[in-house]
């Protein structure tokens, strides 16, 4: 068990030890450089019942999203070969669900994870909550890892999502870990939380059995009509703190810097990338939001010396 304590301790260390012992502790469990391409795809777009604050998704607020049902199977296995060719080796799916269906929409699904891990790509999906029924069938089809986000502390959830409760979301990744598939759980900043509510969540995480393998760090993408379409920007560093505190946290996590990235300079993410995030999602758009595109991250990648990691080379 790690304590709140020690949590706190590490996170409000002066910013450039922080990132040094982050990076030190990085290097003893990863390769160095190298940084995971994932790709998004929206499976399932808009109209969904839930009242995350956050998400343009929601169909309780005035966003201008496109709305589908689930995408045919074809459309998906040739997104994912065109990710596959930028150098993707993650392809995650997701589905603006409350929670997974059941039905002819969940065969598909399941369809969908055994093209994807049959290209040889890491497959992953994020679709709400999840019996563990739902979580057995989906690690047979050969799922990598399923999504699901604590987002924020328990004590701020409240105030982001009325729709379900911080213990849901923790049932769902338990389903998840006991049906043998990797946990990818993080959460956002720059939704009005504070330090203390970010350490929280810190605390949360690392103190799950077992860790996640996968933990998303986002920043928050305000969209016009929700109702956090007004908040401001995060400061960057805020960012590379929480990356820098997951990483001694959660030593052999891939540590994703998700959400966000369109509006960080190539520096702001070196500082991620030093303080241990090795995972970014690629493609022009997340799920709805602006992202940077495949040229742009070349580029960046080429100035920093970073290379696309291959699965082959993956601890
Ligand atoms: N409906 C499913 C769920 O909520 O679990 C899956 C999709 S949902 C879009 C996946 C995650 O994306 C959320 O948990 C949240 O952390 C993140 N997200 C959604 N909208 C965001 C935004 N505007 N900015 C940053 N992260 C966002
Ligand atoms: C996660 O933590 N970040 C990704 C992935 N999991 C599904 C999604 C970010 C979505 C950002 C908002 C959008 O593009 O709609
Ligand atoms: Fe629905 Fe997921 Fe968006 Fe919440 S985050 S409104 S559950 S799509």
């Known amino acids: 068990m790690i304590s709140l304590e020690t949590v706190t301790q590490i996170y409000h260390q002066p910013l450039l030890s922080l990132i040094f012992e982050a990076q030190s502790i990085h290097r003893q469990h990863h390769q160095v450089d190298a940084v995971q391409m994932c790709t998004l795809s929206n499976i399932k777009s808009g109209r969904c019942p839930e009242d995350c604050k956050y998400c343009p998704q929601s169909a309780r607020y005035p966003t201008e999203v496109e709305n589908y049902p689930l995408l045919p199977l074809e459309e998906v296995i040739t997104q994912a070969n065109e990710a596959k060719q930028h150098g993707a080796t993650r392809f995650c799916m997701g589905a603006a669900w409350r929670n997974a269906p059941d039905g002819e929409e969940f065969d598909r699904v399941l369809q969908m994870v055994e093209a994807v891990a049959g290209m040889g790509l890491e497959a992953c999906v994020t679709m709400g909550m999840l019996r563990p029924d739902q979580a057995q069938r989906l690690a047979k089809a050969g799922l990598t890892a399923y999504n699901h986000n604590l987002d924020t502390s328990e004590s701020f959830y409240p105030e982001i999502i009325t729709t379900r409760t911080y213990r849901d979301r923790l049932d769902t990744i338990k389903h998840v870990a006991e049906a043998g ?34 933990v998303p ?18 400061n960057p560093l805020v960012l590379v703190r929480m990356v820098a505190t997951a990483r001694i946290l959660m030593p052999k996590a891939v540590v ?27 493609s022009e758009k997340l799920l709805t939001t602006a992202n940077p595109d495949w040229q742009d991250d070349v580029e960046m990648f080429e100035k920093l010396g970073v290379k696309p990691k291959e699965l082959s080379l993956q601890p």
Do not use: Y
């Open 181 to 214: 598939i990797q946990v990818c759980c993080g959460g956002i900043v720059g939704m009005g939380e504070t330090d203390s509510d970010r350490i929280d969540l810190l605390h949360t995480l690392a103190n799950l059995t077992p860790q996640p393998e996968s």
């Open 217 to 234: 760090i986002n920043a928050l993408s305000p969209v016009a009509g929700t109702p956090f379409g007004d908040l401001e920007a995060i």
């Open 256 to 282: 994703r810097l998700s959400a966000g990235r369109d509006r960080l300079t190539v520096s702001d993410q070196a500082l991620c990338f030093l303080a241990g995030a090795n995972s970014i999602f690629s």
